[in-house]
Each structure stands twice: as structure tokens, then as C-alpha cells.
T-cell receptor
Framework: QKEVEQNSGPLSVPEGAIASLNCTYS??????FFWYRQYSGKSPELIMS????GDKEDGRFTAQLNKASQYVSLLIRDSQPSDSATYLC???????????FGTGTRLQVTL | SAVISQKPSRDICQRGTSLTIQCQVD?????MFWYRQQPGQSLTLIAT?????????ESGFVIDKFPISRPNLTFSTLTVSNMSPEDSSIYLC????????????FGSGTQLSVL
């Protein structure tokens, strides 16, 4: 069974700090990796995608992928209270956009 | 990204009844999916809504319980049939982004409570 594992948290970081969110996956055939942000009571919002090993930066967000270790992470620099949300890791093993989601990590950015 | 409208946004239903959820997209999309997010859980794919043919269901989901229609490339419905309290969940419509690359965008969701 394909699995995506995340620490449920909450992960608490002070405003301005770096938040590090981690995700592991079981299917070595996985090709595409995504991070979604979900505010309470809202639907998931795509914030990052990554397809090859290494780092990908977009503004304050950096996604990191290591396929050998089956590990993907999301770094949020200069964390803001508005970043407080649940972050979902999603993985696609190459079957027509069918994503497997982790249970999410709840991030709390404190003042 | 496509604008995805879902309705109703929430409903409270009685056990044994059925509810149909509508999903409207502002542009034609090839791939459309229905997900469920149970309380405190992550998203689980129910089925792929295929235009003009029967939906493709994931393991654990069946057509009799979750009939899906997709009459065109901008619209789909999901019906939750013969509801029980275990069906209380958020139901989400999602579409693949233009150009593919497996990027999914989600509708605003339907929060269903079954008494």
C-alpha cells in the first residue's frame, strides 16, 4: 500500500524563524511531489511542486527532494502568523494525477 | 488556475437520505476528481469523473454508494447515497491544472454532517 507519512504536529515556531516540514513516502516509483496548505475550514491550496532531486525555491518557500531516501521537505523562511495552517504532502506515482496525501502537519507560528 | 465552484457548501442530512454535490469549473478540464476528507484525516480519492462514461472508483468506493455524473468538461456531480453518520466528511472536487503535470486544484468543498 502506497503511504505518505507526516508528523501531525503541531509544529510551533516563532515569527521570523524557519519552519521545517518533513514527509516520507513508501513508493519508490513516485515521480511528482507537492505541498498543499490548508487553512482550517478551507480547501487545500497548492504552494509547491517538485519533480527532481535537490532544492526548489519560490519566495519564502523551499521544497527539497531526495528520492534515494524517499524524503521530501518544505522549508518556510521568515515564518509569519499567516503561515499557520496544516501542510499536506502529496505524492504521485505516475498514474494520471492520482495523488496520495499525507495526514498533514499543523504549523503554528507564534508572535 | 481554474475557478471551481462547489455547492452546497455545507448540509446537515438525515440518515438514509441522499445528497448530490455539484462541481462547476469555469473552463474545460480533462481530469476531474472527487476526494473525501474525514474529520482529522487527510484526503482520500473517491473516484475519477470521466466525461461521457462511468467514473473510475478507488478501492473501497462503489458506484451504488457514490454515483458520479460528468456530462461535459466543466461539470460533475457526486451523490452520497443512503447516508449514515460515517459519511460525515468534507467532499472536495478537484481538477488537474491546464498543462497537466499532475497539479491539482480544489473546489471550496462541501461539509456534510449526517445525523
Amino acid at each position: 500500500q502506497k503511504e505518505v507519512e507526516q508528523n501531525s504536529g503541531p509544529l510551533s515556531v516563532p515569527e521570523g524563524a524557519i519552519a521545517s516540514l518533513n514527509c516520507t513516502y513508501s513508493d519508490r516509483g513516485s515521480q511528482s511531489f507537492f505541498w498543499y496548505r490548508q487553512y482550517s475550514g478551507k480547501s487545500p491550496e497548492l504552494i509547491m511542486s517538485i519533480y527532481s532531486n535537490g532544492d526548489k525555491e519560490d519566495g519564502r518557500f523551499t521544497a527539497q527532494l531526495n528520492k534515494a531516501s524517499q524524503y521530501v521537505s518544505l522549508l518556510i523562511r521568515d515564518s509569519q502568523p499567516s503561515d499557520s495552517a496544516t501542510y499536506l504532502c502529496a505524492v504521485n506515482a505516475g498514474t494520471a494525477s492520482k495523488l496520495t496525501f499525507g495526514t498533514g502537519t499543523r504549523l503554528q507560528v507564534t508572535l | 488556475s481554474a475557478v471551481i465552484s462547489q455547492k452546497p457548501s455545507r448540509d446537515i442530512c438525515q440518515r438514509g437520505t441522499s445528497l448530490t454535490i455539484q462541481c462547476q469549473v469555469d473552463s474545460q478540464v480533462t481530469m476531474m476528481f472527487w476526494y473525501r476528507q474525514q474529520p482529522g484525516q487527510s484526503l482520500t480519492l473517491i473516484a475519477t469523473a470521466n466525461q461521457g462514461s462511468e467514473a473510475t472508483y478507488e478501492s473501497g468506493f462503489v458506484i451504488d454508494k457514490f454515483p458520479i455524473s460528468r456530462p461535459n468538461l466543466t461539470f460533475s456531480t457526486l451523490t452520497v447515497s443512503n447516508m449514515s453518520p460515517e459519511d460525515s466528511s468534507i467532499y472536495l472536487c478537484s481538477v488537474e491544472a491546464e498543462g497537466g503535470a499532475e497539479k491539482l486544484f480544489f473546489g471550496s468543498g462541501t461539509q456534510l454532517s449526517v445525523l
